[in-house]
């Protein structure tokens, strides 16, 4: 595996919204780190934090890879999804630090824009480590 072939998994693991196969990208001692503070590691772990984005519709992933080199990587990625529970959204709104946004109950749940950078090792074939960096926002009308 290299950055190129993980990115690709990334995307359809994202895009089809399936935990087991994020999970099936990283070795079983593989790690995750969504954020500089939190990782997950093994396969039960990868797989239940990506558990959340079946809580999103009508995703599209876009990535270009920055850097590529025997066994690590760097890649920019771009992600669109419609929050598709009250739940997703509250996730969101308390890891942005900023409260939520003006809503009005009944008012529907906004499209979400991310963008990234992933970091990641690779041996035997499989990730050992990626570390992500990303910003979330509400996609302008």
């Not at 003006?102 to 963008?115: C, I, T, W």
Request: hydrophobic share 40%; with cysteine.
């Amino acid at each position: 595996m290299n950055i190129e072939s993980f990115m690709q998994g990334y995307k359809a693991a994202w895009e089809r919204r399936d935990p087991s196969m994020f999970a099936a990208l990283f070795h079983a001692e593989g790690r995750y780190h969504n954020t500089p503070f939190q990782v997950q590691h093994g396969p039960a772990e990868l797989a239940e934090y990506w558990k959340r984005v079946q809580m999103q519709e009508d995703v599209h992933v876009a990535y270009e890879v920055l850097a590529s080199q025997d066994g690590a990587g760097i890649a920019h990625w771009h992600v669109t999804y419609q929050v598709a529970s009250e739940e997703l959204f509250q996730i969101w709104a308390k890891s942005t630090g900023t409260g939520l946004p003006n809503r009005k109950p009944g008012d529907p749940l906004p499209r979400m824009v991310l963008d990234g950078v992933l970091q990641a090792t690779f041996a035997d074939g499989l990730c050992q480590e990626a570390r992500i960096w990303w910003h979330s926002m509400p996609q302008a009308n």
